[in-house]
């Protein structure tokens, strides 16, 4: 069959033969129908994921772990649980039955492999509790994650939606899909400061932060008051780490702040099955649109390089 394998680390994906593992008891052959490629697949890929170790030990492997295929029967399920070597860009994939789950009538395959975009993003109520009226500040809005932050803060009830990224014409794009206000962080750390500060209306509830790095660090500069008075309290949801896996976080901005900082895991595991029905729930009506660019695998070599997408989410499809 074919696949795209990576035989070194960093290395780009090539279209090329590759066997086919044998279908033992408790697995099924799946053929692939769609895979999202993601900032992660390329992190593991470059050896720069907390994760990528078992991935570069096999190389060469096929990347990407979870799409969407057909079963034999001819039904649409989403798949997971593949280890290295084996990967998902590939015709078919080997799985273990209990890592299959059908896909709901009315989403097709490219949608659906870039569900999980849009899912990541519902831990604005899952991890930090979001309540109808509240103001959200989405960090790293101009990616396809964050916008679709946007919309699904929109959905959820937020009173007021704050967005940033270094983009101005991406930024413009995420006014118009319900940003109340944007806030450009390609500028100096003082002028940062004061655009968080000054955009804050009567305070950020929560924040979703696809970024980390000098924006989150500058973020809770910002949110360290100027008096004794206690600050209102702000739940950050750490999500991604575009920008940069550190920050320099002082005393004064956990002891005043009000700062409360969650991981986006925070109550998955009770939460995501609503959050999951909601997501296709709202595609399947229209509410939510998740934008994508489709690409066949035996172009995966281009596809995996494309910096042109602004904001839609690459997935590789046969062919």
């Known amino acids: 069959m074919k696949a795209a394998v990576v035989d070194r680390l960093g290395g780009t994906p090539q279209y090329r033969d590759v066997g086919e593992p044998p279908?033992?008891?408790?697995?099924?052959?799946?053929?692939?129908?769609?895979?999202?490629?993601?900032?992660?697949?390329?992190?593991?890929?470059?050896?720069?994921?907390?994760?990528?170790?078992?991935f570069q030990s096999a190389l060469p492997a096929i990347p990407c772990f979870d799409g969407i295929g057909h079963l034999p029967d001819g039904s649409l399920v989403g798949f997971g649980g593949l280890k290295p070597p084996q990967g998902a860009l590939a015709e078919h994939v080997i799985v273990p039955a209990t890592h299959t789950v059908p896909i709901p009538d009315g989403i097709e395959p490219?949608?659906?492999?870039?569900?999980?975009?849009?899912?990541?993003?519902?831990?604005?109520?899952?991890?930090?509790?979001?309540?109808?009226?509240?103001?959200?500040?989405?960090?790293?809005?101009?990616?396809?994650?964050?916008?679709?932050?946007?919309?699904?803060?929109?959905?959820?009830?937020?009173?007021?939606?704050?967005?940033?990224?270094?983009?101005?014409?991406?930024?413009?794009?995420?006014?118009?899909?319900?940003?109340d206000a944007v806030i450009d962080t390609a500028v100096d750390e003082d002028r940062?400061?004061?655009?968080?500060?000054?955009?804050?209306?009567?305070?950020?509830?929560?924040?979703?932060?696809?970024?980390?790095?000098?924006?989150?660090?500058?973020?809770?500069?910002?949110?360290?008051?100027?008096?004794?008075?206690?600050?209102?309290?702000?739940?950050?949801?750490?999500?991604?780490?575009s920008a940069g896996p550190a920050v320099r976080l002082t005393a004064d901005a956990l002891r005043t702040s009000g700062l409360e900082i969650y991981g986006a895991a925070r109550n998955a595991a009770a939460a995501m099955p609503?959050?999951?029905?909601?997501?296709?729930?709202?595609?399947?009506?229209?509410?939510?649109?998740?934008?994508?660019?489709?690409?066949?695998?035996?172009?995966?070599?281009?596809?995996?390089?494309?910096?042109?997408l602004r904001g839609r989410r690459l997935v590789v499809v046969p062919g």
């Open 23 to 54: 279908v033992h008891d408790g697995e099924v052959r799946v053929t692939v129908a769609a895979v999202a490629v993601e900032n992660v697949d390329r992190a593991i890929v470059a050896g720069t994921h907390y994760t990528a170790a078992e």
């Open 274 to 308: 609503a959050a999951y029905r909601q997501v296709v729930d709202w595609v399947r009506d229209g509410a939510l649109t998740i934008p994508v660019t489709t690409m066949p695998l035996s172009l995966v070599a281009e596809a995996w390089n494309r910096t042109d």
């Open 110 to 179: 490219p949608t659906a492999a870039a569900l999980s975009s849009a899912i990541s993003a519902m831990c604005m109520r899952t991890a930090a509790g979001l309540t109808a009226g509240e103001t959200v500040l989405i960090q790293g809005a101009t990616g396809v994650a964050g916008r679709l932050a946007v919309q699904i803060a929109r959905l959820l009830g937020a009173g007021r939606i704050v967005a940033t990224g270094r983009d101005r014409a991406a930024l413009d794009e995420v006014a118009a899909l319900g940003a």
């Open 192 to 241: 940062l400061v004061r655009a968080f500060r000054e955009n804050a209306g009567q305070g950020y509830d929560v924040v979703v932060d696809y970024l980390w790095g000098r924006p989150a660090e500058l973020l809770t500069r910002a949110l360290v008051p100027d008096s004794f008075a206690l600050a209102k309290p702000t739940r950050l949801v750490q999500i991604g780490e």
